[in-house]
C-alpha cells in the first residue's frame, strides 16, 4: 500500500509566501519523479513544476522565478515553496511520485496525493 499526503496549504495574500509538503510512504522500493500539478475551479489541471531523482527541475511558465521545488529522498518528501504569491495562483495543489515497489519492481506507477487548497487574496 502506498500513499502520496500533501500539507502546507492556505490563505495568504497576494504577495505572501506558502510552502507545500508533500510524503510519499508504504512499500515503495523506489522513487523517480515527483511533481506538483494544480488545478483551478472551472480549469484543467496543469502542471506546476517537476523533480527528478537528481535534482533535476522543470516549471510552468506562469510560475518560474517565484516557486522552487526540492526533494528530500532521505524522507521520499518534495517540496514547493511558493514565493510572490498571485491570486491566479489560487488552485488545489496536488503531488505526484512515480514509484515501483517491491511488488512491482519493473514497472513505475504513478500515485496522486488528494490535494490541497492554496487561495491567495488579492
Known amino acids: 500500500q502506498v500513499q502520496v499526503v500533501e500539507s502546507g496549504g492556505g490563505l495568504v495574500q497576494a504577495g505572501g509566501s506558502l510552502r507545500l509538503s508533500c510524503a510519499a510512504s508504504?512499500?515503495?522500493?523506489?522513487?523517480?519523479?515527483m511533481g506538483w500539478y494544480r488545478q483551478a475551479p472551472g480549469k484543467q489541471r496543469e502542471l506546476v513544476a517537476t523533480i527528478t531523482s537528481g535534482g533535476s527541475a522543470n516549471y510552468a511558465d506562469s510560475v518560474k522565478g517565484r516557486f522552487t521545488i526540492s526533494r528530500d529522498n532521505s524522507k521520499n518528501t518534495v517540496y514547493l515553496e511558493m514565493n510572490s504569491l498571485k491570486p491566479e495562483d489560487t488552485a488545489v495543489y496536488y503531488c505526484?511520485?512515480?514509484?515501483?515497489?517491491?511488488?512491482?519492481?519493473?514497472?513505475?506507477?504513478?500515485?496522486w496525493g488528494q490535494g490541497t487548497q492554496v487561495t491567495v487574496s488579492s
Open positions: 505526484n511520485a512515480d514509484l515501483n515497489t517491491r511488488a512491482t519492481m519493473s514497472t513505475f506507477f504513478r500515485y
Open positions: 508504504g512499500s515503495i522500493f523506489s522513487i523517480n519523479a
